[in-house]
């Protein structure tokens, strides 16, 4: 069975913003994105332990700053919905409900609908007695009605645009393997022509080879005809042995603490090149320094080493090491 919900849950965790530009304009242009939004997921799975409340592929609760002064920051709930399912829109207020009484924070609820059934459009939750009446909408994007818009997913330079097509693919070829190779070798095209960072395409090709599985011999052709299309774009190599290895044998079968272990040293080498390229050769301070970070502040400190003016300014936003208790 092709596992959807862990490439979801790291394309919303790694590319936020992206998603809720293409998914949710209207929530993308109120959040201020000077400010790092927080994942709070395991704060969410306290908050809505019931395993009644129905199957997904993955949520997520988010805590961000508006633009707007007046509130200091809210709550998104996303919820990516896999199958078609009764009482989705009863679970969703539910979250809503336990979310705004647990946080005492306005709370905005988003349901990504990437099921198959073009009608299942599930938008709003009532309940009405005596009088007493409940209206609870959402607002939903169905990952379905972009095949109609494919020109416009291909042309995009937003990242999510990327994870959408391999998606829709993904559900189009499932029962076709020659079509899921020449789709997956198509949108790998796609992908090193869009010129995005080294960890983006990481990143993008790990969703790509989680979503599109492929049987054994095809997938040992794609390997070939990959390697190829890399020399022919004159690429470094994005992919090394082990990560193409961790990917044939640990990711797909969701080895979880693997799948972190490559994803961090990725990150790693990202930071180590950027900072090269921009401010010169590493000595060994600081590379011990990169050494030492998180993942989330890798992911940090690579932004800020992109728009930094020089290393000194990069240096003075360097997570403090953690002091001993």
Same mark, same amino acid.
């Given at each position: 069975m092709t596992d959807f919900d862990s490439p979801w849950k790291e394309a919303v965790d790694c590319f936020l913003q992206d998603f809720l530009k293409l998914l949710f304009p209207l929530v993308h242009d109120v959040v201020d994105w000077t400010r790092e939004p927080e994942f709070l997921d395991k704060e969410l799975q306290q908050i809505v332990r019931d395993a009644e409340l129905g199957r997904r592929f993955v949520d997520k609760l988010v805590k961000v700053w508006l633009l707007d002064g007046r509130e200091q920051w809210v709550l998104i709930h996303i919820e990516v919905q896999g199958d078609e399912e009764s009482g989705f829109e009863r679970r969703m207020f539910e979250y809503f409900m336990r979310l705004t009484d647990a946080y005492d924070r306005p709370v905005i609820s988003l349901a990504v609908l990437a099921d198959e059934n073009p009608d299942w459009r599930p938008r709003a939750y009532e309940s009405e007695l005596c009088g007493c009446r409940i209206l609870f909408e959402y607002p939903i994007a169905k990952l379905l009605d972009w095949s109609e818009r494919w020109s416009e997913l291909e042309s995009s330079q937003n990242r999510i645009a990327f994870a959408v097509m391999a998606h829709l693919k993904s559900k189009e070829t499932r029962r076709d393997p020659e079509?899921? %190779?020449?789709?997956?070798?198509?949108?790998? &095209?796609?992908?090193? @022509?869009?010129?995005?960072? =080294? !960890?983006?395409?990481? #990143?993008?090709?790990?969703?790509?080879?989680?979503?599109?599985?492929?049987?054994?011999?095809?997938?040992?052709?794609?390997?070939?005809?990959?390697?190829?299309?890399?020399?022919?774009?004159?690429?470094?190599?994005?992919?090394?042995?082990?990560?193409?290895?961790?990917?044939?044998?640990? %990711?797909?079968?969701?080895?979880?603490?693997? &799948?972190?272990?490559? @994803?961090?040293?990725?990150? =790693? !080498?990202?930071?180590? #090149?950027?900072?090269?390229?921009?401010?010169?050769?590493?000595?060994?301070?600081?590379?011990?320094?990169?050494?030492?970070l998180s993942e989330e502040e890798l992911r940090r400190m690579h932004r800020a080493a992109l728009v930094a003016s020089s290393l000194d300014e990069l240096k003075a936003q360097w997570p403090k090491p953690a002091q001993p208790e």
């Open positions: 079509a899921r %190779l020449m789709w997956k070798l198509s949108l790998c &095209r796609n992908l090193y @022509r869009a010129g995005w960072i =080294r !960890e983006d395409v990481l #990143e993008l090709l790990r969703f790509l080879d989680w979503i599109m599985v492929l049987p054994a011999a095809l997938a040992a052709d794609f390997t070939k005809q990959h390697d190829v299309m890399e020399r022919e774009h004159a690429m470094p190599a994005y992919v090394t042995t082990w990560e193409r290895n961790a990917l044939a044998k640990g %990711l797909v079968e969701g080895r979880v603490e693997g &799948r972190t272990e490559g @994803r961090t040293e990725a990150l =790693r !080498e990202t930071l180590c #090149e950027t900072i090269e390229v921009r401010f010169g050769q590493l000595d060994a301070a600081l590379l011990e320094e990169i050494n030492r």
